[in-house]
């Protein structure tokens, strides 16, 4: 069974529910506050949600920084947001997901290119 598909797992670290995401704490954060929107609906790829998903899924990510902004310690501002479409881009679970990072002031010397941290030699220049 998909993890994200288990029930018990979903009520694991379960921040809000709408009709078609679920939004959860990460299991493993890159940073405090790491959060999951997660479609109900068993699919892979970002490609599949069908047009009424991909109008929800703006107003849960709304509500997910809404949160973050006001209940995490340091009420971080600005955030990574992010989706790891296919093996070759990091996924591990074979289940749509999409990352919303919270960043706080500090967490890192030069954020500066942001996703062009995550290969070798694209960042900092």
Known sequence: MCDFCDKKIIQQGLIYTADNFYIRYD???????????????????????????????????????????TSQPGHPQDFNIGINEGRLAGRTIDHLHIHVIPRYEGDLQNPAGGIRNILPNQGEK
């Open 27 to 69: 299991a493993e954060p890159v940073s405090a506050g790491h959060l999951l929107i997660i479609p109900k609906r068993h699919i892979v790829s970002v490609q599949e949600l069908n047009v009424q998903e991909k109008t929800e899924f703006w107003q849960v990510l709304d509500k997910a920084i809404y949160f973050l902004k």
